[in-house]
Nanobody
Framework: VQLQASGGGLVQAGGSLRLSCVVA????????LGWFRQAPGKEREFVAA????????LYADSVKGRLTISRDNAKGATYLQMNNLKPEDTASYFC?????????????????WGQGTLVTVSS
């Protein structure tokens, strides 16, 4: 299963970006999807997750109220709308397909990972 994330870039603090991730072959229709990020010199951390039905979402405390995860099962895609970005949001962002139908904050709950897309927030 291939995942392709896109939408990263350079933005000023307070700005917005929308990340997209398309799952090849749409094999993730029944699986939870998640976003993680990794800043230089830091460990990968959980950002947001969504169940396959799309109704249940989970967020890291640091992004609540600013980032919104969504999905379109018909397109095999998940999105991360990022508003009011802060310099500490600077990282490579990765999408992942969960092993089950629900999302999770644990990296080990995911079976497929995409390549990251870099988000840089300037102060």
């Amino acid at each position: 299963v291939q995942l392709q994330a896109s939408g990263g870039g350079l933005v000023q603090a307070g700005g917005s970006l929308r990340l997209s991730c398309v799952v090849a072959r749409r094999t993730a229709s029944n699986n939870g999807l998640g976003w993680f990020r990794q800043a230089p010199g830091k460990e990968r951390e959980f950002v947001a997750a969504i169940a396959w039905r799309g109704g249940n979402t989970l967020y890291a405390d640091s992004v609540k109220g600013r980032l919104t995860i969504s999905r379109d099962n018909a397109k095999g895609a998940t999105y991360l709308q990022m508003n009011n970005l802060k310099p500490e949001d600077t990282a490579s962002y990765f999408c992942a397909v969960a092993r089950s139908s629900v999302g999770s904050s644990r990296p080990e709950a995911y079976q497929y990972w995409g390549q990251g897309t870099l988000v840089t927030v300037s102060s």
